[in-house]
């Protein structure tokens, strides 16, 4: 098993990739522990759950506190939680910037501040963020969530620079999916016909991915396989971006 008896916590896993990831480290043998803003029992099984906001600070200081108290040691992160935001430029708000902001960027910012505390020195520890193709080309319509991503691919490389002097064998890297057949699939296939299909069209694979595909990419990153892999947006977006 590629991450037995790893300590990974993973923001996000009520639905769609974080859920993925989160049924898929249990398999591959981690100590999972799941942030999940609402209750959700369908990811409930062997694992520690926390249920906030992550924009919460309060909440975030609870959740690091726990293992703190328990002199428990990470070895994973994955900042999965995030939103999307599709609004015309003009339109965007102070609040609505803020909002898109809080949960994908300054959230993870903060994380990633109370993680590094609690990580194992002695063995490899890796960092995975969610970002999105859309951090780097530009959609109509998603200035904001655009800009959130960005600044998210900017803090990566920064701090795989920054911390791994520090901490020899930590590494963080960004995972930037493509379309993805999320939760918002079906009803985005069926109401947004004319868009769906510019997807295809752009898509040299002709379709959508797999949270499956994504999670495994996420696995890779986590596990010992991929210790010399540092400060590197990956995109797996069927061929989109090239």
Not at 17 to 39: H, M, P, Q
Not at 126 to 152: D, H
Not at 194 to 216: A, D, Q
Not at 224 to 237: A, E, K, L, P, V
Request: net charge positive; charged share 25%.
């Amino acid at each position: 098993m590629k991450l037995k008896n790893k300590n990974i916590l993973i923001t996000g896993i009520g639905k769609g990739i974080g859920k993925r990831v989160f049924l898929d480290c249990l398999k591959e043998g981690a100590n999972v522990y799941g942030i999940c803003k609402k209750k959700n029992n369908s990811v409930n099984q062997k694992a520690k759950i926390f249920v906030g906001d992550v924009t919460n600070k309060n909440f975030i200081n609870k959740t690091f506190n726990y293992f703190k108290k328990r002199n428990i040691k990470l070895h994973g992160l994955v900042n999965n939680a995030g939103i999307r935001q599709r609004m015309n430029f003009k339109k965007i708000t102070i609040k609505e910037l803020n909002n898109v902001m809080n949960v994908n960027f300054f959230s993870i910012f903060f994380i990633i501040q109370k993680f590094i505390d609690l990580i194992d020195k002695k063995n490899h520890t890796s960092i995975v963020n969610l970002s999105s193709i859309v951090g780097r080309r530009g959609f109509n319509e998603l200035s904001g969530y655009a800009s959130s991503k960005a600044a998210l691919d900017g803090l990566t490389k920064s701090l795989a620079i920054e911390l791994s002097y520090n901490f020899k064998k930590l590494r963080i890297n960004n995972v930037r999916p493509g379309f993805t057949k999320t939760s918002f699939y079906n009803d985005f296939k069926s109401k947004n016909k004319k868009l769906y299909n510019w997807t295809i069209l752009k898509t040299p694979m002709s379709r959508w991915g797999e949270v499956e595909e994504i999670s495994k990419l996420i696995i890779f990153l986590l596990s010992n396989d991929s210790t010399y892999i540092n400060g590197q947006s990956i995109n797996i977006d069927g061929g989109w971006t090239a």
